[in-house]
C-alpha cells in the first residue's frame, strides 16, 4: 500500500470514509502491508460500517491497481483495535507510536534501535 501509485488512493479512501461516517483521524501511518490509525468515532454505532467499507474499498482497489489475482487474500488478519482512554497520557502515548511507525514506513529510523520517541530524542539530540 506504500506503492507510489497506491499510496494517494489509499490516503483518498481514508478521506472518503472517514467523512462519510463523521470519524475524526488524529494520527494516520501507512505502514504498507497494514495500517495504523488514531480516530475518534463520532458514535459507536459507525464504527463496523466505517471499518467495514475502509478496508473493503482499499482492498479492492489496491487489488485493481497491483493485479492481485482474485483467490490471493489482500488482508491476512481482521482489524485489530483498541480503545484508548484518556486524552492525556493515553491519547499521547498513541500519537508518538503511530508516529514512529510513519518515521520507520518512510526508512528513517529502525524500530531495533529506537522503542520509544524518548530514543528517538536521544540520538537525534546525538547527531546521530
Given at each position: 500500500m506504500r506503492l507510489p501509485k497506491t499510496v494517494g488512493i489509499v490516503s483518498e479512501i481514508l478521506k472518503e470514509a472517514s467523512r462519510k461516517y463523521g470519524v475524526t483521524v488524529y494520527r494516520f501511518?501507512?505502514?504498507?502491508?497494514?495500517?495504523?490509525?488514531?480516530?475518534?468515532?463520532?458514535?459507536i454505532?459507525?464504527?463496523?460500517?466505517y471499518i467495514r467499507e475502509l478496508c473493503g474499498r482499499i482492498a479492492q482497489q489496491v487489488r485493481a491497481v497491483i493485479g492481485?489475482?482474485?483467490?490471493?487474500?489482500?488482508w491476512l488478519f481482521r482489524p485489530f483495535t483498541r480503545?484508548?482512554?484518556?486524552?492525556q497520557k493515553a491519547f499521547k502515548s498513541?500519537?508518538?507510536?503511530v508516529y514512529l511507525n510513519?518515521?520507520?514506513?518512510?526508512?528513517?529510523?529502525s524500530?531495533?534501535?529506537?522503542?520509544?520517541?524518548?530514543?528517538?530524542?536521544?540520538?537525534?539530540?546525538?547527531g546521530g
Amino acid at each position: 500500500m506504500r506503492l507510489p501509485k497506491t499510496v494517494g488512493i489509499v490516503s483518498e479512501i481514508l478521506k472518503e470514509a472517514s467523512r462519510k461516517y463523521g470519524v475524526t483521524v488524529y494520527r494516520f501511518a501507512n505502514v504498507g502491508n497494514h495500517l495504523h490509525l488514531l480516530i475518534k468515532v463520532s458514535r459507536i454505532q459507525m464504527w463496523a460500517p466505517y471499518i467495514r467499507e475502509l478496508c473493503g474499498r482499499i482492498a479492492q482497489q489496491v487489488r485493481a491497481v497491483i493485479g492481485l489475482a482474485a483467490e490471493e487474500r489482500f488482508w491476512l488478519f481482521r482489524p485489530f483495535t483498541r480503545i484508548v482512554r484518556g486524552w492525556q497520557k493515553a491519547f499521547k502515548s498513541v500519537c508518538d507510536y503511530v508516529y514512529l511507525n510513519r518515521l520507520e514506513a518512510e526508512g528513517f529510523i529502525s524500530r531495533k534501535e529506537t522503542r520509544t520517541l524518548k530514543d528517538l530524542r536521544a540520538i537525534w539530540s546525538d547527531g546521530g
